[in-house]
């Protein structure tokens, strides 16, 4: 069973980056498709938000409107981990970061796609 560790987050002034990792404690992460998801201040663990999606099956990594052109999701099978490098932030990207993973071959965009999450890292952008 896989288990899921973020870091990277903090505090920011708007305008400015982070980058998150989530690292993974299994050997075959490679075959495992891999998703951000963030849940803002005052929501409920079932309104997470959908922030970015990779594949291990194909070429698919689908974004969020809210976040394309400002961040990037990508992977390092070698090291088991994955990232989303967050430029030009704003205000609104003010939430924890969970990263998930599932066997299946796409990218799901619902909570109910992902058997395995991590516990989460706190992103805060001051304006």
């Known amino acids: 069973q896989i288990q899921l560790a973020e870091s990277g987050g903090g505090w920011v002034q708007a305008g400015g980056s982070l980058r998150l990792a989530c690292a993974a404690s299994?050997?075959?992460?490679?075959?495992?498709?891999m998703t951000w998801f963030r849940q803002a201040p005052g929501k409920e663990r079932e309104e997470r938000e959908f922030?970015?999606?990779?594949?291990?099956?194909?070429?698919?990594?689908p974004y969020a409107a809210s976040v394309k052109g400002r961040f990037t999701i990508s992977r390092d099978n070698a090291k088991n981990t994955l990232y989303l490098q967050m430029n030009n932030l704003k205000p609104e990207d003010t939430a924890v970061y969970y990263c998930a993973a599932s066997r299946r071959p796409n990218v799901g965009l619902t909570l109910a796609t992902y058997d395995w999450w991590g516990q989460g890292t706190q992103v805060t952008v001051s304006s």
């Open positions: 299994d050997n075959t992460f490679r075959y495992y498709t």
């Open positions: 922030v970015a999606g990779i594949s291990w099956a194909n070429d698919n990594t």
